[in-house]
């Protein structure tokens, strides 16, 4: 900070010249040598020859700005409505994918599968990952069983788009944008019945 100061062009009235690395020395009484460091925005503090400290006075500040006006509650209006808005579209496809009809698999039929409404599906990696591809290839919804990095489980309806290194890039219908999926973080995939 010492080579700052003495680079500033504002101090050469001070007189200062360097003693040590950390040591700079004036010429300029200790008022006027205060009063130009604070115009070169620093904050110095007096010391006595004690090494007490003295109270220059009241230290110059910048002016207050007034707070930006708050908007009026008709400017917040549009912004509560699309916040609404967002939240009855994760509404409904929560509703869609806790209440979706899925296909009857061979492994449900004989009782050994997990597919029973409120349940997140099981199937195998192999298994997850042909039904991920074939529903990206035919442009289907499928449900899934989805567990977060914190360990959430949920339930979703995607539209998967695109299957490669281990991701499945889909239209999630739960939070009405496309995500991408860890496939090693889903738990299970079943097509969805189709509708009668």
Not at 15 to 27: E, K, M
Not at 151 to 165: D, H, K
């Amino acid at each position: 900070m010492r080579g700052e100061i003495l680079a500033d062009k504002r101090s050469q009235p001070l007189g200062l010249r360097r003693l040590a690395p950390t040591v700079l020395a004036a010429q300029a009484d200790p008022a006027a040598l205060l009063e130009g460091l604070r115009t070169m925005g620093f904050a110095p503090a007096a010391e006595s020859a004690a090494a007490t400290y003295r109270s220059p006075g009241p230290t110059p500040t910048a002016p207050r700005r007034a707070p930006p006006p708050r908007p009026s509650p008709r400017d917040r209006r549009p912004r509560t409505t699309r916040c609404c808005g967002a939240a009855l579209r994760a509404i409904r496809a929560g509703d869609m994918a806790s209440t979706a009809v899925r296909k009857e698999t061979p492994a449900a039929a004989s009782g050994t599968g997990t597919t029973a409404p409120g349940e997140l599906p099981r199937t195998t990696s192999a298994e997850t990952l042909a039904t991920v591809q074939a529903a990206a290839l035919t442009g289907s919804a499928v449900w899934i069983g989805y567990v977060n990095a914190d360990g959430a489980a949920s339930q979703r309806v995607i539209a998967p788009v695109r299957v490669e290194g281990g991701f499945v890039t889909a239209y999630d219908h739960t939070a009405d944008e496309v995500r991408t999926y860890p496939l090693h973080r889903i738990t299970g995939v079943a097509e969805l019945a189709d509708s009668p």
